[in-house]
């Protein structure tokens, strides 16, 4: 079976970074605030007109026990985005508008140790033509959406996520557009733009904790139920900024009852065992996480239906599956400038 679906934590990791490292505009400043001597507030700010560029590398292994094939299929999967957001105003609410650019896309895939997909948009290629990855992601690059959020960081509404879709699904079937309904569904975009959730209420000093309790909706597996607990470590000195330094560690499943029916992939999945593990630098004079690495393991449950399969006989209409993911994802930002 060729089986390619994306991970349903790839939204997650979006969420904890609006993030970067130290290549070009504040990040090649050093700080101008000392590292904290007692408790601090860790805030999100977005600037009028700032432009923050990120980066995301995502690397996922599964291993799928497929019932009838002698050796379980394995899979690695390379990703990577790269995109602007731009701050357009700021309203007389204290809420934000925002602009989001894709500026880049890649991907890469070996099945089994063969390679089936490799793709970078930067690096144009005679086989682009043939290759169905560069005819949607290559469409993606360029697209813009349009963001408002409240007072609190919270998204109000999107404009151009259906702009987006048409454009990256022209001319494709609906088994090629099922993942990217899942990737960049209006719910994704949202919780992308969500990470104030991530930082503390209060100010906190080193050896402060604090719990992330989360539901996000998601077209691939129902609601994930995430429960975190948060550590600033300690305040470092990250490039050339002063960063507070933050360690987590949680569990993400599926929340009961919303995994029962089919994905736009034909396939129910639930997950299990689902453990997330992290460091992220965020600096409180930017207000803007630089630095972000994760990693995750867990147990997919699948369930596929056969469209072949007669009626009255259920138990050749559904194909249970098992597979393992392992997957280790960094962003970083690599510029903000005004």
């Known amino acids: 079976m060729n089986k390619k679906y994306f991970s349903p934590i790839v939204v997650l990791v979006l969420v904890l970074a609006v993030a970067g490292c130290n290549k070009a505009g504040k990040l090649n400043e050093k700080s101008k605030q000392s590292l904290p001597t007692g408790p601090m507030a860790l805030k999100l700010k977005w600037t009028p007109n700032e432009r923050v560029v ?42 934000h508008e925002l602009e989001m650019e894709y500026l880049s896309a890649r991907m890469g895939m070996e099945q089994n140790g063969k390679k089936v997909m490799d793709y970078d948009s ?25 963001f408002f959020l409240d007072a609190s960081n919270n998204v109000d509404h999107i404009e151009g996520v259906d702009e987006m879709m048409s454009r990256m699904s022209s001319g494709r079937g609906a088994a090629q557009l099922a993942p990217l309904k899942s990737m960049f ?28 309790q989360l ?20 305040w470092e000195q990250h490039g050339k900024r002063n960063c507070a330094r933050m360690e987590f560690q949680g569990t993400v499943k599926t929340k009961p009852g919303t995994s029962n029916k089919p994905n736009a992939m034909g396939m129910t999945i639930s997950i299990q065992d689902g453990t997330i593990s992290g460091v992220s630098w965020f600096d409180p ?12 393991n867990m147990t997919l449950s699948i369930a596929i239906k056969n469209p072949r399969a007669k009626p ?3 138990a050749a209409q559904t194909q249970n599956m098992s597979s393992q993911l392992t997957q280790d ?6 510029s903000l400038n005004e």
């Open 54 to 95: 990120q980066d995301m590398d995502m690397k996922m292994q599964t291993e799928t026990a497929i019932p009838g094939q002698p050796a379980p299929m394995k899979q690695d999967m390379a990703m990577g985005q790269k995109y602007a957001l731009t701050v357009l105003k700021e309203n007389p609410d204290g809420g």
């Open 122 to 146: 930067e690096k144009k290629s005679e086989t682009d033509a043939k290759n169905p990855v560069a005819g949607m992601f290559g469409k993606m690059v360029g697209s813009k959406l349009h």
């Open 185 to 212: 569904s209006e719910s994704s975009f949202r919780q992308m733009l969500s990470s104030s959730k991530f930082l503390p209420p209060n100010p906190v000093a080193p050896g402060d904790t604090w719990p992330v």
């Open 215 to 234: 539901e996000m909706p998601d077209e691939t597996v129902g609601t994930l139920s995430l429960d975190f607990n948060f550590t600033l470590e300690r």
């Open 285 to 296: 004079e930017l207000g803007i996480t630089i630095d972000s690495q994760m990693h995750e």
């Open 312 to 314: 009255g006989t259920p």
């Open 329 to 334: 994802i960094n962003i970083k930002l690599d």
